[in-house]
């Protein structure tokens, strides 16, 4: 195995250690993995629900808002269409169980058995007969411009929510929420369907406090560089929580040109002015525009100090020298803390805001981690935020299956929510029934969730028993196909088999066939067209390789590591040509894996405030890999087969930094020319981690590579 060891700027580092107050070896993390940027740092640092974006950076949000708060005062309908994975049935959930307690009507319609992904013609039938008057789609929707036409002919709005890229043409669709379609609004595109849902749900908790369409001027005047020669006045000019403008003039004291300025013009349009401490503000106006000088300003300490208390009788500067938010501020400091203290404050005022917020976030991480979202910016907040509502166990629908996958009582990673959670929830989407996930986050009666729960994890029981039998059924056919392209690709045609389990076999082939980059499985259950699943490792993204057949695929998505994508029956022999020479194209001389590793850990490092380093850089997952760490001069003291003997798992004890650490490496055993003893001085490139058992934990280490010393 190879690895590698970025170079880190020592000027950089020491930035970071001091305007951050980090650790020299957190700052140095961050170095090399090129988090260097103020709003990049932001989201690795803090996990506050006022770090969320406000929904109405989208520009359709408002819209959006306005026509579900009109089908509620009507006493409309909602139909709401969602997708059938774990991501789909989330979104659903959560938008279904807002809508209700809103007190709207509402239906939810999922695909079942083999229907295809995405709104469909039989779907908008459905609809029409259940007399719904506004449709919404999450997950999906973007591509469906025929059915949008269709529920529009009827009079039947439709509002679309998804995160997957849009076709040629748009639906005409009444409001479009989606962080990928050109001019969102949206800064942030790889948001989970799920992730932009509770956007939406945010939106229209705002939309019913007084706070709605509050428009303002946040201000804040100092003496200019030349004291008592000029005054810098900064403005943000702010809409439900946006700041839509951002103006900062330095004055020259009474000879102010009010014809150029665009702070004068802004102060001129009759909006709010608040302030932190009115009559300091208004001294420094006076010295710029005059004494006679009228300028109504709101004051905010009252309100300030009554939602955040800590706050109490500090001055902004004060208020700065202490701010979080100042640290990640581009020059005007006090103005952004002043922001943040206003952002703050309406959010937290209004515990369905902030509070009852974070408590839809467990949905949010489990969408977000299912479907493979970079985490990254937002959704590191969100999945944070998520693992610990996961694990307050407050969700009581998910206690018992929880309970069963052995994730109550601890912390979670969103490893574990990937590996034990999200599978049993898409379980039920990928056997044709998911509905049964979708009942289960949704229900409300004991009797009913102890059922469901049970008949979820007899279909995750079905779906891996389904999934072995496809696999021994196919295992021949992936060699043979990886011999036919000269080990550089896997393509597996499985004819009938169900469409729920090619994710499945395509992550089954990459696990079993070590030395292919890529895999693609094809199946054909409704006769008419064609599913695939892509699985690939580091190196080949799938997202990018699939659009390589854009022209010929009805459509396809995904991420790096994971995609899928559908065509016409009639397009197979052209998919199959076009496959052929794109992978003839794809380099794999050197497919050995090559690790990135964060930081060479000295003895004195290798303690257990590591760990805290560690758990520092979570949540890990795609985009965010886990911490790689490289140590010299380390001993084993004690090596124990591990388990079955013919997957050559060992346990070690390891001595490093005068402490002897428990390590597991996996298939240590297989690897060619391994031969390690007690006594033995080695190189090593490790993780490391809490391991929780019988409500213990400690920390061990998981070995990715050693090499002896001499």
């Known amino acids: 195995m190879k690895y590698e060891i970025n170079r880190t700027s020592p000027e950089v580092v020491r930035r970071l250690t001091e305007r951050y107050n980090l650790d020299f070896l957190s700052a140095n993390i961050l170095c090399r993995r090129g988090i260097t940027r103020a ?92 007399g719904a008057s506004l449709v919404i789609t999450v997950d999906n929707g973007i591509t469906c411009t025929d059915e949008v036409d269709a529920l529009n002919r009827a009079g039947i709005d439709t509002i679309v929510v998804d995160h997957h890229i849009a076709g040629e043409q748009l639906p005409d669709a009444l409001a479009i929420i989606n962080p990928k379609v050109p001019q969102s609004g949206y800064p942030f595109e790889h948001l989970a369907g799920v992730a932009v849902t509770a956007k939406l749900v945010w939106a229209l908790r705002f939309a019913r406090t007084p706070l709605y369409k509050s428009h303002v001027i946040l201000l804040h005047a100092e003496p200019g560089p030349g004291e008592d020669t000029t005054t810098v006045v900064q403005a943000y000019e702010v809409y439900n929580l946006v700041v839509r403008d951002r103006i900062v003039e330095e004055l020259p004291n009474r000879a102010i040109d009010f014809e150029r300025s665009r702070l004068v013009r802004l102060l001129m349009r009759g909006l709010p002015i608040m302030v932190l401490d009115r009559e300091r503000e ?10 006679s000088v009228d300028i109504s300003l709101v004051e905010l300490r009252g309100e300030l100090e009554s939602v955040i208390p800590r706050i109490n009788g500090k001055s902004l500067v004060d208020l700065t020298a202490q701010s979080r938010a100042a640290l990640y501020a581009d020059g005007h400091a006090e103005m952004e803390t002043l922001l943040s203290l206003f952002n703050s404050c309406c959010i937290y005022k209004y515990p369905e805001l902030s509070r009852g917020y974070v408590k839809l976030m467990d949905l949010v991480a489990i969408g977000t981690i299912a479907d493979i979202m970079p985490l990254v910016d937002e959704n590191r907040v969100m999945v944070r935020l998520g693992l610990r509502q996961l694990a307050s166990g407050e969700r009581g629908n998910l206690v018992q299956l929880m309970s069963a996958q052995n994730l109550l009582g601890h912390a979670l990673s969103a490893q574990d929510v990937g590996w034990y959670l999200s599978p049993v929830i898409n379980a039920s989407g990928r056997l044709g029934c998911p509905e049964v996930a979708y009942r289960l986050l949704t229900e409300t009666d004991e009797k009913e969730i102890y059922d469901l729960t049970n008949r979820l994890l007899e279909l995750n029981r079905q779906r891996q028993k389904m999934g072995e039998e496809a696999w021994s059924g196919a295992s021949r056919a992936a060699k043979a196909s990886l011999e036919s392209f000269g080990s550089k690709f896997i393509l597996l045609d499985t004819g009938d088999t169900p469409r729920g389990l090619t994710g499945a076999l395509a992550n089954r082939a990459l696990k079993e066939f070590s030395q292919t980059p890529a895999v693609i499985v094809l199946s054909q259950s409704d006769g008419v067209r064609l599913s695939g699943s892509m699985r690939s490792r580091e190196g080949l993204n799938c997202r990018e390789f699939l659009s390589r057949f854009a022209g010929i695929l009805e459509d396809y998505g995904g991420h790096r590591g994971a995609g899928g994508f559908s065509l016409e029956d009639g397009r197979k022999s052209d998919f199959l040509r076009a496959l052929d020479e794109e992978v003839m194209k794809l380099d794999v001389a050197d497919q050995e894996r ?61 001595q490093m930094g005068g402490n002897i650490w428990p390590a597991l490496w996996w298939g240590a055993r297989r690897i060619e020319g391994w031969d390690y003893s007690p006594g033995d001085v080695i190189k090593l490139v490790f993780r490391l981690s809490r391991n929780y058992y019988k409500g213990l934990d400690k920390v061990q280490l998981t070995v990715l590579d050693a090499q002896k010393e001499a």
Do not use: W
């Open 282 to 291: 208004l001294k420094q106006l006076r010295a710029a525009f005059g004494p």
């Open 594 to 654: 090559q690790l990135t590793v964060d930081a060479l850990i000295s003895p004195q490092d290798m303690n257990q405030n590591l760990i805290r380093v560690v758990e520092r850089f979570e949540p890990y997952g795609e985009a965010s890999a886990p911490l790689t760490f490289l140590y010299t001069g380390a001993k084993i003291t004690d090596i124990t087969n591990l388990g079955d003997p013919t997957k050559g798992h060992v346990r070690l004890s390891v």
């Open 39 to 130: 709003e990049d740092i932001r989201f690795y640092l803090e996990c506050g629900v006022n770090e969320l974006r406000s929904p109405f950076l989208f520009c359709d949000m408002e819209e959006a808002v306005e026509r579900i708060l009109s089908a509620h005062e009507e006493g409309q309908k909602v139909a709401i269409f969602g997708d059938r994975d774990a991501d789909g049935i989330t979104s659903s959930a959560l938008l279904s169980q807002e809508l209700s307690d809103m007190g709207l009507e509402v239906t939810v319609h999922l695909p079942q058995g083999d229907e295809p992904y995405g709104l469909t013609m039989d779907a908008v039938e459905k609809i029409k007969a259940e």
